[in-house]
């Protein structure tokens, strides 16, 4: 068969904050250029980041330097962090900020005219370059209007089904189709940069919208690329929880930034009783002392709602199962006794519209309640820090795809700046890539048949299951079984089940027509729902300690050992439902200097 | 829990005609969880469009009982009772059921000339908050397209899509406009291919806008003031000839090097 087809130099797959700065930076350097997009151009799941930017600016705190946010970022990730990534990404990242300035991007102010940052949780300095709450919208249309004032051919509505390979093993293209027509589509390239974001909609309680499935961790490990860290997952400690159709989404950290406390159904500001070993020499030990913080970081030590977005999750998640919770089953987020109505309206419009409008509740005179979410996967596609090439030669990835830059556990804020980062740097290591011209043949055509027939498959079937029924038991059984909370026989069972979603996936029928059919669209994506659940089950298994974002029950403290090395997971066959092999991966060794500042902190 | 008639457009560019769907309505439920639970349940195939469902992404907007609305920030309890009506966007072409061909935008977008900044300085431009508060406002734009949608210019007579950039776009304009860094000048094409002339100013544009952004008020009323001002002050006409400072087209600003 023939179909519509592309040759790129570099072809990007995913148009949010990595993708869209990859391509700048590709096409800066003279190459053609291609971005594919399951959603429309600027609808990408970076405009739903609220808080900010983290970059070591220091026009807030002028203290503050690239040092301390490299053993921020270290120390959130509980040291599981690629060392070279975290150490570049607080280096470049005031850089990537302010070229942002140049293609329009309109940050809060300082008085002097400066880029206003904000405090975080993790941070020790206010850090956050920010918009209001709407940081992710800033980002993505400056980026979106400066790809499109460089004429960059943009493929809308265009989902990837599998990256295709040369007869030499070389990444050489992928096989697509246009939602809007159902047509096929192939794309040969020199190089393929993956950007496509993160994999949390295969939870319950999720702040991830439908794009979240896992497509590139999936397509980057069925073409012989690693995948590491997937047991660690991120909840964030506030998304709402009432009305339940609205649950999971989203409260910008920022909230407790400027000033918001939690509180427990006794009024309780109960954050004091959950500070680890490793915060209490830097966190108040009273209200008092916490309070006199926000207005000046020398006066007292931080509030204990700003440590890392692991500790407050587990901490919140505590409350509620000791009987303490809010009526919905979370706990209270209280700005209204804390701050002027103007204040919160100013600093927070895009929450006091999203509460007065979905759940009723005016922010600025109640507590929200809020409740812990799925939000970000830590874990992703092992890279190379400096070029962020893959293990496959040709495949690249940055952003929440790649793996190793957080550790066990981001830091709020770090995710826009990674994304600027190591978007750049992805567009940099590709174009390198392909002048070197050592670049694939062209894609075998029997592997693009066979992608195509087996998404076609579900039509075919005389009878079979609905993709929807099959996406709601799976979100319903990761949320029970590979939650927040883990423990090892529910991981076996989860492990269990995962292997009857295989065999339910393989019997989809979908209904209707190819041309905008989201119940197809659906049965495309569980597949790789279903493989990155794999990959985050068995990791989840073998890690038997705590540490970030990976909670065990049954093994509550972290292990020094399993604090060495990453699992790494890798397909035996390349195929969806192929078994997976997982081994050890050590951790880099820092050199000493870096060492030493890690020390310092200690 | 109550149950609710769905009345929802299904077809395609060749015609379609209502389907009606009764489904359960939870507490604090939007249009647009209806709509899934339709999808989920009785019609799989059926096309709308959707990403954030938090009112940041601007992808699910139709037409609920007859007006542009988001999907996912419009309450059912908040609507009359009775059947609801839910139907895409009338001013773009159907590509299937909710879901429209907005490629229209697309294509203005590519015909904004970029922002032309002075070199940036080694420590970042400086900016004042009093400054930049006018194009922040703008910014919060979430491209939903609506005020597109709502815009008679454009929903009444489709020729007018050759020369009218319609109101999303006037509030780029006005923003690049009012941007401190600024130094490309936009005021002729504005008012020459991008039709600035024809809007009269029904307000119907903000209105809609689910981030109340001032669209008539605060971009197109301050646009207009400037493009006329520019047109026909002879000084600043005598000025431009002089300077000879021409429209630069979006490829010319996009070779400023990266710092």
Redesign the interface.
Known sequence: MTYEHHDYDVLIIGAGGAGLRAAIEAKQRGLKVGIVTKSLLGKAHTVMAEGGMAAAMGNVYPEDNWQVHFRDTMRGGKYLNNYRMAELHAKEAPDRVLELEQWGALFDRTKDGKILQRDFGGHRYARLAHVGDRTGLELIRTLQQKVVSMGTDVFMECKILKLVHDANGKVAGCVAYRRPTGEFITFGAKAIILATGGAGKSWKFTSNSWEGTGDGHAMALWAGAKLIDMECIQFHPTGMVWPLSVRGLLVTEGVRGDGGVLRNSEGERFMFKYVAPMFRAETAESEEEADKWYDDHTAGRRPPELLPRDEVARAINAEVKAGRGSPHGGVFLDIATRRTPEFIRRRLPSMYHQFMELAGVDITTEAMEIGPTCHYIMGGVQVEADSTATSVPGLFAAGEVAGGMHGANRLGGNSLSDLIVFGKRAGAGAAEYVAAGDVAGPMDPAAIEAAIAESLAPFEREVGENPYDIQRDLQEMMQANVGIIRTQSELEEAARQLESFTERVKNIKVKGGRAYNPGWNLATDLPAMITVCKTVTIGATLRKESRGGHTREDYPTADAHLGTFNFAHTTDGGNWDSAIVTEESPILTLPDELKALLEEAK | MAEVTMRVWRG?ANGGDFENYTVTQ?????VL?VIHRI???EA????????????????CAAEVNGKPRLMC?T?MDQLPEGPVTVTPMKTFPI???L?T??SFN?AQ??K?P??L?PP?PAE??????ED?QR??EF?????CFMCQDVCHVIRDHEDNKQHYAGPRFFIRYAE?EM?P?DTNDRRDLIREDMGLGYCNITKCCTEVCPEHIKITDNAIIPLKERVVDAHYDPVAWLGRKIRRKTKRS??D??V????
């Open positions: 395609d939870n507490e604090g439920e939007v969880d999808q989920a349940t799989p195939d059926l096309a709308c469009r959707w990403n954030c469902k938090a009112g940041k992404c601007g992808s920030m309450r590509i299937r059921d879901v061909d907005v697309y977008a590519e904004v970029a922002l900044p940036m970042g431009y400086r900016m004042f908050q930049v194009g922040q910014r919060k734009c979430i491209e690049l941007h860094l979006a490829a600003a996009a400023q090097p990266a710092p």
